[in-house]
């Protein structure tokens, strides 16, 4: 195989945090979060998204996170709200329903959710006989690589207050979705919008971590607690921290994404000049072609990706980008590609 | 401070394993623990215990690891057995309980569990109206420090396998255990003995995680759809499978572990020669010295280290040594201590 | 209101209930369902399945049944699957995923799921990213009165066993479901083609209770464990076993629940008489009707229903017969219906 | 066999309860815990605790209430206080458990837990790595028979608010602890100094069903969503509150405690007169005796009783004495055992 698009968490680990990790050697950090390294990325944190009283936790990885974020807000009782393609309800092997708590699911469009989703499904709910919905999950990026830009985020914000739901957001490609000319939010507006949002690191050079960000007071008391009950709470938090912290110097985790986010509108670009079309725009790091199910093929024997959906008699295929991904890779692609496509189309 | 002795896991990671993460570079890697790491590390523990059959999983923590192993050999009316100063009873948040499992105590002794104390815990359990006792869980080397040796885990694998109870062990500090001369077990051992152990990364120079090794086929399936819905199953589950194979190549496991027991040896020595007694053998990495309480308070101002029991009118404290804890920290601190002996007994 | 067809449990519990209770006086009867009238309950059920080796088991309601059955059968990360107008799935709470388990669902026909629901089902879950699902979860009468026949369940058990997926039947409402003639399935039938099923005493003459009965040998061990876990294991449950006696003695059950149906074809025959359409066919006791906004207004200050849809500009609103329903109650509720629908008629 | 004393729940129901049944008929109730027998059943509640702003909700049992009112107050990092003998912790097959929450214990004196008991619980629990201790359970009477008295009761509630502790009552046997003259406690005491109890109807006359009162406004939210879930919200509640309407008129409740505990007094004077000692006084309606091992058999072959202790050679035996209990049984019990007495000292 020539190269994997297959997703942005195949490379280990970025060069600037493997030096951050031998840079501090043997000395000695206090454990389970308490160290020097969780406290100065936390306060890098704090400062992007101008939020000084924010409580930042360190956590291995993205269905960890939501399952505890999700779990810590909610009575026995209480519900979750998600688009139908939200990670928590199709690819977390249920963990959510493990914890106790439903669900509830609306279609969406382009993988988000709208307010009138939202509000549809609080209409459902009547009484004591169904569960209560409580908190609502989105992904920024979604699962296919949308963003919600500000207008969309402050609508959810403003109909969550007046109803009392949480908005929690699941930031494993946080990077991706704010170093996009399709977003127009910056860290702050979130501070100001959700409840509480988790920042990846894994998919975005870390080599493993997300970094857990609480502005609701009333989502802060005993986290701790409920993270070391949940297997959440590492000994070496430390080893999160420092990277965490390599990330948020100098701007490394936007660049990072940008970096990401512009190779994948480059090969965007570069396979509609060859005529195909994408299923939907290229917002992020996710380029999806609908490509003739025997080029997809033949593509696929020479690079890593996922097959998408059908359409029609063609096939959607999912390209990831990641903040390694070089240049090179992406032309020998499209140059595969126009190769397949020449023959294909000089055949009929 | 001068050093701290209060755990085997202030100190971020081995040389080696940086090596080995420098490497690995930006190859790209299956996500999930499929890829080429795992699969490695996985070949090297299966040797080292001389089990072919037995399945390897990579977890980023003990907690999640043992809430893991437990909630899913058990129905959810099957509790777990386990001596009162277990992990899981005592610093775990209720993580066991979290998933819907009781777990029922005896005293035991030096920090380990009787074949007595589960048949009592058996004889006590004897109708619908009580849990079914199915898992006893013992932790090699205990939480203090001390190990089983193959005439007592023999007995308690004997009587589970006679009793219909799953044997589960606690190896957070598992190389401790195996390479002190109190201890007669290999690790094929334990493959033939007990159903499931885990072999502890984060306290024996990895940067985090924790290898689990099944040996008994039901406990084998789905086992990573468990992981997944418990947020145990990382995306970079390769970073794990990387460490463990470089402790597992070239027996950097076993000289990490042995170097940190003969360091706690001499360290023990030391103090006994001192005029001080162990609160019990120090037959692991923890010393425990019985020391007259100022003494214990100015070696405080100095050194980092818990109380661990109060002893009379003096205090025990619980010194550990890991694998970085270089020779010259334990005399200076040999020497703090005489000093002030001299002192206090010159006193008199 | 002149009477209230919004259920089948508004009356307490039929006269020859009444009467057993009376007889048993202040015999000593056991504790915890070991009595003489549950073991003659489970004897009669038996028999009536043809079952002589199923368990039998009496739990105070349906959600607990339901929660209880399907936890008791399935592993963390198993799923069921179930129809969106399912109760479990809608009026229960979230009572399913409160043990942990996430319910899988299709929009289904007829409030019934069919063989391609679960097929698709199994098709979308492909590996440990999404839960398993382990169970199809069918309600017989369903929860809009509508029946399962003897091919369709047929195809559905056949299914099921090719595809290791358990088969329960929630038969809050069973008796209904036997006893008209849009059902050609006989109790034996049930024994034959589903793992477990519950045959609802409440909604046919008992004060309370539910008998749950359990055909496949995996589901059976240790239940009684599960029911005193989840609080289902009541001290009298001699109070429900001499209930299902007198159901299950010289035919009662079935006769209540072939009056009920009788009751309601009548009366849906007198609604179709008027000019009214049905929603659906009435198959057992609930007749659903599409009548105009204001008539429905109107009846429903006399009577007393539920809506159950808008359709157009008209509403359907559900009447519900139970066994205590005169046939003058539902004379006197055609009447009306007739002096309102002339008066409107009349009016244009 | 000619009597049973094992327990005080072995005759079905009281004739008063039966006549109230009756005299119900088919009158249409409302479903759910909203018909007027449980509004009545409510008013006469709280007018007994002089509490008007109690909500009262009824459950069909012991186990069900426990593990809904505990898992209805605590987040899922507490846990509950509660003496080793309690009966959430031995005798509901880990019900608690199942809820996520960890049953924190201590050995207590006579059945019941002492304030130094609680506090010695929270002084081990220092950190985020162990459970957050947040209710204290007690059992009023306790599983031994014996009660709380004001000065005990009041010293655990001072303590319980003052360390953020709620206190709640396991009142299986309420009338029993409330008719004795070992306790000057009366109902509107409870309403006072706890935050929630639960009066039993099981084991004082009732044909099943327990009332939860609930002082505490923190515990009110949203409770019948979570009866619900629990499964523990039936549709014919009103057969619970039609019984409990029956309890509390014209002190109903009271009387058939009263008498249990008088009987109670009765059989242990007469087996004291024959020169046997109790393990403990007889406060309720337990009598344990310590009898003779070959008498305590002989005995056991006329009696249903069951075995509490071994004391030395001897065996302490538990008799229970239900409302339905005849002073002529117990006559017959005593002669009986004054033949036996006989014999055997005769022999020697």
Known sequence: MKYSFRNDYSELVHPLILDALKNAGTAQLDGYGLDVFCRDAAELIKEKFKAPDADVHFISGGTLTNLLVISSALRPHESVIAVQTGHIFVHETGAIEATGHKVCTRTGYDGKLAVSDIESVLD???????????????????????????????????????????LYVDGARFGAALNTTACDLEYADFARLVDAVFVGGTKNGALFGEAVVIFNDALKPDFRYLMKQRGALLAKSSAMGLQF???????????????????????????????????????????????????????????????????????????????????????????????LTAVTFGGK
């Open 245 to 339: 912290k390599a990330l948020f110097t100098d701007g490394l985790y936007d660049k990072l994404a940008r970096q990401s986010n512009e190779t994948a509108s480059y090969l965007a670009g570069g396979i509609q000049a060859l005529g195909y079309k994408l299923l939907f725009e290229a917002q992020t790091n996710f380029v999806v072609p609908v490509l003739p199910t025997d080029i997809s093929q033949k593509m696929g024997e020479l690079y890593g990706f996922y097959e998408w959906a059908k359409v029609e008699s063609d096939v959607a295929v999912r390209l990831v980008i990641s903040w390694a991904t070089e240049k090179s890779a992406v032309d020998e692609f499209l140059a595969d590609l126009k190769g």
């Open 124 to 166: 459902e709910h009547e009484d004591e006989h169904m569960v209560k919905p409580r908190l609502v999950y989105i992904s920024q990026s979604t699962e296919g690589g949308t963003v919600y830009n500000k207008a969309e985020l402050t609508a959810i914000s403003e109909f969550c207050r007046s109803n009392e739901l949480y």
